[in-house]
């Protein structure tokens, strides 16, 4: 499973950049998603987590109400569509995947559940 990460770049505050991240694996309802970033001096972080289809969303409460997380299934792409970016968003992203439903929150926030990840994507937020 190759997951490709793309749509970074710079970005000023409050402005919108979308990301995406392409799976190599055809048809992925059965995978759960989730989207890390790692800022410099920081530790890897935890973004958003969902099962394919949508559902047992979860979002960080640092990005909540700015990112929306989607999945398109004719594409097998991911879509975190970020708004109101703050330089404190700025960062690597990563794309993650497991072929496992997760149920609960704590496992979607988990990076160590996760099998597939992308090279990830540079995000860099002016100010």
């Known amino acids: 499973v190759q997951l490709v990460e793309s749509g970074g770049g710079l970005v000023q505050a409050g402005g919108p950049l979308r990301l995406s991240c392409a799976s190599s694996v055809r048809s992925c309802s059965n995978f759960s998603m989730g989207w890390f970033r790692h800022a410099p001096g920081e530790e890897r972080e935890v973004v958003a987590g969902?099962?394919?289809?949508?559902?047992?969303?979860y979002y960080a409460d640092s990005v909540k109400g700015r990112f929306t997380i989607s999945t398109d299934n004719a594409k097998d792409t991911v879509y975190p569509q970020m708004t109101s970016l703050k330089p404190e968003d700025t960062g690597v992203y990563y794309c993650?995947?497991?072929?496992?439903?997760?149920?609960?929150?704590?496992?979607?926030?988990?990076?160590?559940?996760?099998?597939?990840w992308g090279q990830g994507t540079q995000v860099t937020v002016s100010s």
């Open positions: 993650a995947g497991a072929r496992a439903l997760y149920r609960t929150i704590a496992t979607l926030r988990s990076p160590n559940k996760y099998d597939y």
């Open positions: 969902l099962r394919w289809s949508g559902t047992n969303t």
